[in-house]
Structures are given as C-alpha cells and as structure tokens.
C-alpha cells in the first residue's frame, strides 16, 4: 500500500494526545486563595502513573478513530495492479518535425538530419507514442499518433523509417512558427483524446531543423504554449557558415535607367566577401565558355545593390524593354550553392490597341484625343497604340485592328478598348456591343446629347434623356468609389484628392431610367451639384461593361485630363477591359501563380489575391502590382477563355491544367515556367519562380528565440527531468488513487469509531463519579 | 540578646509549638495561645490580657527598670557645660566630674501597620492582619502604660490612616478603634508609605513596622535608611503566616493572588521545595539588610504567641539603650 500524502501519517502522532489526556488528572477545580504569586512558579500538569491510565475503551476508541483520520488523509491506495498502464501512462509522446525547406539542401546537412530522425525512431520504447511530421512551408502529417498506436509494436519504427526515407529536401521556405503550432496542437489533442486529469508521459517536439534565422515564427507568437510540452531542439547545422544570395530588385518601369538590378546579400558568418556574378541569357548552357560576369564586393551580413552590366543590356533586342533575354544569375563564390540563381521571366511586351471613335486633331491639345494617345506610355509590358476612328465606316474589333479602318495598319496589337466620343451608326453599334459583351470595355464619353443615343443604343435602352449643365460654380467629384477597379490605384489617402478636378460643363444624365433596365449598373462618382448627378456610370453588359462619362476630358468641359487621376484611370479601365493576368512577377516556391480569372468568379480571385497580399512580406513584389493583378482578376479572361492551358516546369515536366484552372499550385522548384494555351496561338507566357529569399538566411537561431516565443525548451536537465518524472508519478498516484478511494472508506469507519466513542463517553459520564475523583475540593481557602 | 539571636537562627517556617520561655522565666510562665487569644473580640481587651499577662511575668525578669538612672561620671574637660559639673564631688575630691544620667524622657512610637490585601491570608484561622492589629494594639497599650507617647500608620501603597504619637486621655481607644476599622487596602507598597512616613515623623522617636514584607525589596533598603538616617529607631515585625513558610499545600490548585488576581496553576508537591528557598532566601535578604541598617528584625509567624512579640520589642529597646550609649547616637544629657 503506498500512501499520496504520506506526510498526514505523521498526524497519527496525534493519538498521543488522548493518551496523555488519559493520563493527566483531572484539573482541581478548586481555588486556592493565596497572599502572593512572586515566589511561585505555574507547575506543569502532573501525570498519573501509567498504571493508572482511565476508561482503557475510551481510550482505544479514540486513538482508532485518530489513526483511521489520519490514513484517510494520507489517501492510501494500492499499488501495482496496473503495472501494465503504467508504461502506457508514462510512455513519452514525441512528435518529430522534420525540416524539408530549401536550407536543408546544404552539404551535409540533410544526411545528419536523416540520421537524428532514425535514431529518434529507434529510441521510442513500447510504451512510447511518436508522430513524424514533415514541414517546409506547409506541414505534413508522414506518421499520425493513431497511425503509430494501430500498426503493430514491432512494425512500428519500421513504418516511421520508411515515411522518413521517402523524404526529400523541397524548394520551399520555412514556416517554423506553424509546424510547432500544428506539432503542440497534436500533442494537446493527443492528452484531450485521453482526458486531461489523467496522468500521461511527458509529450514533446523534436525539431529535426537547421533552425536557420529565415524561418517564419509568426504563428507562435500569441500561441499558448502549454509549459509540459517540451521542445527538444535537434539542431542540424552545415558546417560552412557562408552564404550567398541573390533576389531581382523591383523594376521601376518609369525609370530612367532601364538596367536589371539584383540584390546580393552575404551571410553574417561568410567568410567570403567577394563573389562572381554570371548572367545567363535563355537557354544558355551553365558550361558556357564565355559567360557575362560582374563582380560584387559584400560584406558579411550586409546586402548590395547591383546593376546588370552593359554586356547584359547590349543584349537586349526588346525594342527598348531592359533586360534583355537575361533569365538567370547565378552568385558564384559562397560556400552552399542552393540559393545561387535568381531566376527571371524575360518580359513580353503586350500589345493593345484603343479605338477612339471621334473626328478630332489628334495634335490639338484642346480636344480629347491629345490626351487619350499621351495616357498609354509604352513600357515594358504593355505597348498600346491608340487609333482613331472617324465617320461612319466598319468597325472592325474582333483579333489585330484592320488596317484602312483608321490611320495606320498594327499588327499583332488586338484592340483592347473602345473609346465613343461620338455618335455610331447602328451597326458600329451592333459591332461595339458584340465587342463589350465578349468581356471589353467601352467609354462613353458624353461629348454632346447625340452621344447619349448612342449609348442609350449600346445599353439597349430605348432613350437615355441628357440635359447639358453648366453649374455656376465647377462642380467636383463627389461619392467616389473607391473599391472599384477605376478609383481603386487611387484609393490611398495620398491619392484621393480629387478637389483639383473641376468639371465646368457635363451631361444630366436620368440614371433612373438607366437603373431601371440595368439595376446592375451603378454611378462610379457624382458631381457635387444639386441632385447628385452621375458623373462617371458603369453599367455590365455580357461579360464586358460600358463606361459613360458625363463630361469629356476637353479642356473646355472639365480639368480632368490635367489632373494625375486621369492616367491612372485611363490605364486600370483599359487594364481591366484587357482581362488577363499577364505579369513578370517573380514567384517563390510554393507560391499559387494566378493565371486567369474568369467571369463570375471575380470575387474568389480577390480573395486569392488579397491572401497573397497578405502574405508579401518581401518589397520584390509591391503593392501597385498586386493592385493590378487584383483589378485584372476581376475583370474577364476573354482572351483564355476556356482554353486548355499546359504549364511546362524548368525540369521539362508538363502539369495540364483544367479550362477552370485560375492557379498554378505546382511551382515547387525555382526556375522559368512556360504556360501555353492549348491552341498555342499566342506565343507562351513565361514566369518565374525563386526561393523565398529569407530561406537563404541560414545563420542558426538561438534557442532563446524559442523562450522568447514561450516555447518550453528541453535544456537536458537532469533535475528539471527528474522532477518531471516525479510529477508523472504523482500524477499516476493520483489517478490510481481516485480509481481506489479507500480514503471514503476510511473516513466512513472513523465517524463510526466516533459515534461509537461518544456513546461509550456518554454512558460513562452518566455512571456515579468514582469516589476517587478529583479530591480537589480538600484544599482551604483560608481567607476570612 | 542571646535568646534573639538563638530564634533568628531556627528555621524560618519551624515555629516551635510552645515557643521558648523567656530566659529566667519560671515554668509555669504561661503564653496565650494566639488562636485561643484571637477568638477574643476586643482588641484593647486583648492587648490587655497580653500586656498585663507579660507584667507579671515582668517581675521574675533581671531587667526590671529600664528607666536608666545615673550612668557613669566623666573627667570636666574644657567646653562641658559647666552647669552639669557635680559641685558636691568636687566639694568631696576637689576634682570635677561630669554626672552623666541616661534621658529618662517618654518615648514617641509610631507603629506602621500594613494593611495591604496581602495581609488578609491567612491559614490558621485567622490573618495576618488580625495577627498585625493585635500586636499594634498590644504594643500601643504597652506604651501607654508608660505613658509613653503612641502613634499610628496604617498604609498599603500608600498611608491611609495616620494617628499621630500622643499620650493623652482617650487616645489609646482612638488607636485601637482605628485599628479595628476594616481597611480595603491594595497592594503592598513599601517605598512609598516609607519615604513618607520619614518626611511626616521629624521628631526622633521609634518607627514599628507590622508588615508581611511581601514585596520587591530592593527599594525597602533605601528607605528604611532614609528613616534611619533621620534618627529614628526602627523594629521591624515581621508577619508571617505558617502556609507562607511551609508551604504545606497538599492539593494542585488553582492559586489566586489577593492582590493582583492572577491566578496559577501550581501543584505544591512539585513547587514546595522551590517555593520555601525562594520565600527563605527573600526573608534573608530583608534581615541582611536590617541588620545592615541597624534595624531590629523580629519575625513573627502568626502562631507565635504574642507576649513573645513584646519580649523581643522590650529586649530589642534595651539592646539599642546600649548600643546607641556605645554609639554615643542617642542625646546624652546630664540632668541638674
């Protein structure tokens, strides 16, 4: 029998007590007067002899009734008939996390982690619980707890060495905060699933990591890590401190200075402080003899900004566009080489066309198209060329503009966006409308009353009534909504200004009557006249939208074509008319690649790309561009429609993608990726993917960056273990005691012992005093 | 004297029975039994019997007369007062000597009786108080006879009755029915009642103590010198009851102090040995320190027969007659 409170046994000494009382005479009642205390001393209670010990049953009784307290509270219960739980109850429960990020791929590093993990598998006893996990960017359950618990014992490590040498090192960055969250989670299932008053093994996390700076610990921070899981660190380390790394720095397409930069940063720890940098163009061998190279000089711990040569610009035959055919740079000279290549989509220049339908100079400043063809600079990824449209000949907008419909002949260049500053015969009409309803945009603007017909015949309204006002003060844009595509690249507060644009003469346009055909057609911004009128309206046809302008952009009407709002608009109406998500942006490993959005799922696609603007934590990708792709999603895949797409990995592997396919999942490599459309018309869409650039920061964390997070570490101390140990022992003690309860038992026979005492106590107070009792009375007081 | 210094040595709490006749004394010399004495009502009729018994034992005494005639004579020297030359000796020797006679004058006596709650225990029937009153109104009936001038003080921590020393008609009965006046005294106080009784008594005289003595003792040194030192002659008595001395308890009680009431558990078979050194040690220090002053200590268990009492008073005024003419204290004067 083994006690949980032992320490209340020695409350058993306590029946000394009644065994002294027994033997103490009965306190004199009497007084005794006396003339003065000074020369007397108190006189401790004399006892009786031993012999003369009283009411022996009474006695007994008590003395019963104490040590029956006394063992109830020291909480008896036996132990040993469970020896068998009791390995199950304090068999250690360990997930093992395995790192399989792009660090891991370092010399040395992945042999040594592979190795801890066997061992780790070959140290679980019977009774002990393991779970292997694997973890880059995303954590992966190899062998579950319940996986472990059904297979039988002596399969069990096999069953964990077999999902541990399946592994391999990914591409991918490190999300550490989130596999020791998931790894705890588990564990703390693991102790709810077997009740949390129960007595259970230690539970702990051994990271099999390079534990490198890089890794993400966002996640546990604000975790509440519970103090009895443990993270043992099995830190895996290269022995070369030095790293290299290399990201593309950002293009500024409004740059003057065209030439590629490239960021090189050097590990705090490297050794090296000089490094080659080879700049490969598109399918050059890496054996190429004579390749392009610079040299950069970084210090360890310190980053550098550096331009592409003039041997790698010279290459360029982009008409302008920098870069070249440059797609990779490799950083040579640093000790591990799985970050050396910074990879680069050789930018393809779109080509767009805008139809202005309007008979106007297109070098007088007073009129519209002035400005319209001055909006669409060409830069690196987008070539539009505006074409004017006079007088009542064939529209032509489906594919390439036809020549001999406007001045000039474009090839290649589909036109993108119409631009209605005029009235349209019927069946320009007809062709706009067919145009619009493919997923374009068209922009009325509402020049005169005549145009408003046009537009009423556009919309498929009967009559769309104007009224021309000239407000005696400018009016302003008021109610501008910022939300959409239009007014969204304006929407920070440094940008929203739009009091500077003044509007001396627009259209009152009925936008009830508009509304009530079209209830999905709403007003983008408002004049700040009398009755709100409409300033710009967007009303959705098919899949496309018509745009109408109550004013113009002529000097004349309105100010707007001066302001800095009307590039912007003019860019993101023509970017959304044009539909496709068509960007250079640099990928990382893992990354969803945004192909297209198609209608009706414009709002899944923001959600996507809202998520990914959470993540970007790194400034190659900024906000300006995510505001692009975000409008582009919204807007239609009217080029890709449903076609079939074929992305082509750098390793020549081919993932077809299905006609719903928005994303691309599989980028697990670095590298270019080629996306083909399946009638393979237009020539292939090529990005590229890198490795996260923190997963090059490969110094070692300190393990005090876990304590800081609230982790409790496994120090390897033996006291702290010992008293880990000791709390399991406690804890089982406790649960084999409540199991037995023999203390109930216990206190049970102790109030009966009582009852039975008072009883006897009762009768024996009732019984004549014995004549020798308490002579006390003997003793005179003697005053008189 | 050697009958005082024999009973001082005895034991403190061993009080013979039948106390020790007095020297010289006959064997029929008969001493009152104190208890039978005190079933008496009447202090002054007790006082009588026990003076008057002490009287005629008196007379079988050797030291009859203790009113002091002629002394010595002593050569004339230069500065005596020429008026107490004896002229008729020089007539005889034609030498001159100066008669000296002892003062022959009456006696001034204050008697300071303790009164303190102390002195209400008592276990013999009767208490030292009872015990105290007796002895102060047999001593001031003593006096009177000799016509000796009689005071009294009764005090706890401090004097509350206060007759002064007179000898006069009616005085006596004033003492003694002040003295059967019950007294709530207090606690025992010696310093205080001490310090005042030597700045209210100018005149020499004698001071006679009747107390139990029950308190700290480190002031009563002081004092009693002060008094001393101020010409006054002191006797101490001091009272005592048997159970003080004994401790003779049998039973484990309670034991409640009359004065403060605070009570102790105190079993006496285990106490006694303890108690009677503390109590012995206590009355040795009193007596250390009254024979340091010169001052006549005489304990008196209150089952001591009282005409002993007035023995050892008698003995004690005779023995200082000597030592203050051996001190050349007392005023010495030559009578005409």
Known sequence: ?784 | MSTDSAQHDAPAYDVPAAPDPLPGAGANFDLIDPATLMRIKGLEVRARAIVEGFMTGLHRSPYHGFSVEFTEYRQYTDGDDLRYLDWRLYARSDRYYIKRFEDETNLRCHVLLDASKSMTFGSTGYTKAEYGATLAATLAYFLSTQRDAVGLMRFDDQIRDYLPARFRPGHLRRIMVALERPLEGKVTDLAGPLQRVAEMVTKRGLLVLVSDLLAPIEKLEEHLGYIRGRGQEVIVFHVLDPAELSFDFDQPALFEDVESGKTLYVDPDIIRKQYVDQFTDHIAQVEATCEKLGIDYERCPTDRPLELALFDFLSARLSKGVKSSRTGSRKARVQA
């Open chain 1, 1 to 784: 029998m083994s006690f949980l409170a032992p320490l209340f046994l020695a409350a058993a000494a306590a029946v000394s007590l009644p065994i002294l009382f027994h033997l103490i005479r009965r306190t004199p009642r009497g007084r005794q007067i006396f003339s003065s205390l000074m020369f007397l001393q108190p006189s401790p209670p004399r006892l009786t002899k031993k012999k003369r010990l009283e009411n022996w049953p009474l006695l007994l009784l008590r003395v019963l009734a104490l040590v029956l307290l006394a063992l109830a509270f020291a909480r008896p219960f036996l132990r040993g008939a469970s020896e068998a739980d009791r390995d199950a109850l304090l068999g250690r429960s360990t997930v093992v996390l395995i790192d399989t990020s792009a660090s891991m791929r370092r010399a040395g590093v992945w042999e040594d982690a592979m190795q801890q993990a066997n061992e780790l598998i070959d140290e679980a006893g019977p009774g002990d619980r393991l779970a292997v996990f694997a973890f880059d960017r995303d954590v992966r359950e190899l062998v579950t707890f319940e996986q472990w618990s059904q297979a039988p014992p002596d399969d069990r490590a096999a069953l964990a060495r077999e999902a541990v040498d399946d592994l391999s090192p990914s591409w991918r960055a490190t999300d550490l905060g989130a596999a020791l969250v998931r790894a705890s989670d588990t564990l703390e299932e693991l102790a709810v699933a077997r009740g949390r008053d129960k007595a259970m093994g230690p539970r702990r996390v051994v990271l099999i990591s390079d534990a490198q700076h890089g890794a993400t610990t966002d996640a546990l921070r604000g975790y509440d890590w519970r103090k009895d899981v443990t993270l043992e660190l099995a830190t895996v380390a290269s022995e070369r401190a030095g790293n290299a790394s290399a990201q593309w720095v950002r293009h500024d397409d409004s740059a003057e200075d065209k030439a590629l930069r490239l960021r090189v940063t050097n590990a705090p720890g490297s050794a090296t402080e000089q490094f080659e940098l080879r700049w490969r163009r598109a399918g050059e061998a890496d054996d190429e003899p004579d390749p392009i190279t610079s040299t950069v000089y970084v210090p360890p711990g310190e980053s550098r900004v550096v331009k592409a040569p003039p041997a790698a610009m010279r290459d360029s035959t982009s008409g302008g566009a920098s870069g070249g055919k440059i797609v990779r740079v490799e950083v040579a000279g640093d000790d591990h080489d799985f970050d050396n290549d910074a990879w680069r989509a050789a930018p393809q220049a779109r080509r767009a066309t805008v139809v202005y339908i309007g008979g106007e100079d297109a070098n007088d400043p007073t009129q519209g198209l002035f400005f319209l063809q001055r909006a669409y600079p060409t830069t690196e990824r987008l070539n539009v060329r505006v074409e004017a449209v006079r007088g009542e000949v064939a529209l032509t907008l489906d594919g390439p503009f036809a020549p001999g419909s406007g001045p000039g002949g474009a090839q290649n260049s589909p036109v993108e966006m119409v631009v209605v500053t005029e009235p349209m015969n019927e069946a320009q009409v007809k062709t706009l409308r067919a145009f619009v309803e493919k997923g374009h945009t068209a922009l009325v603007v509402l020049s005169d009353d005549a145009v408003a017909t046009t537009a009423a015949q556009l919309l498929g309204l009967e009559d769309l009534s104007t009224e021309p006002v000239a407000p005696p003060q400018d009016a302003l844009l008021v109610g501008i909504d910022f939300d959409h595509p239009v007014f969204a690249p304006l929407a920070e507060a440094q940008f929203s200004d739009f009091s500077k644009v003044r509007f001396a003469r627009y259209h009152r346009v009925d936008m009830e009557s508009i509304e009530a055909k079209m209830p999905k057609s709403r007003a983008l911004a408002r004049f700040d006249t009398a009755g709100d009128d409409p300033a710009l309206i967007e009303a959705p046809l098919g899949r496309g939208h018509v745009v109408i302008l109550t004013s113009t952009w002529r000097q004349r009407d309105s100010q707007l074509a001066l302001s800095t709002k009307f590039v912007p608009m003019m860019l993101a109406l023509l970017e959304r008319s044009m539909g496709v998500v068509e960007t250079t942006d640099t990928y990382h490993v893992g990354d969803r690649v945004p192909l297209v959005a198609r209608a009706g799922e414009g709002e899944a696609a923001r959600d996507d790309a809202k998520t990914k603007k959470d993540d970007a934590t790194e400034g190659t990708v900024d906000g300006k561009d995510r505001r692009d792709e975000e409008s582009t999603d919204q807007s239609n895949g009217s080029r890709v429609d449903e076609a079939r797409l074929t992305v082509t990995a750098p390793d020549g592997r081919t993932f077809k993608l299905g006609p719903g396919a928005t994303h691309f999942d599989q980028a697990d490599m670095p590298g270019v990726y080629a996306v083909n459309s399946e009638d393979a018309t237009d020539p292939p869409w090529r990005f590229a993917v890198n490795l996260d650039p923190r997963e090059s920061d490969v110094t070692p964390v300190s393990a005090d960056l876990f304590e800081s997070l609230g982790v409790t570490l496994d120090r390897d101390d033996p006291e702290a273990a010992a008293a880990e140990a000791k709390r399991q022992a406690d804890l089982l003690a406790v649960e084999l005691e409540q199991q037995h309860k023999i203390w109930r038992w216990l206190i049970v026979a102790a109030l009966a012992v009582l009852g039975v005492e008072t009883w006897l106590a009762g009768r024996y107070s009732r019984l004549p005093a014995a004549p020798s009792a308490a002579p006390d009375a003997a003793v005179s007081t003697g005053t008189t």
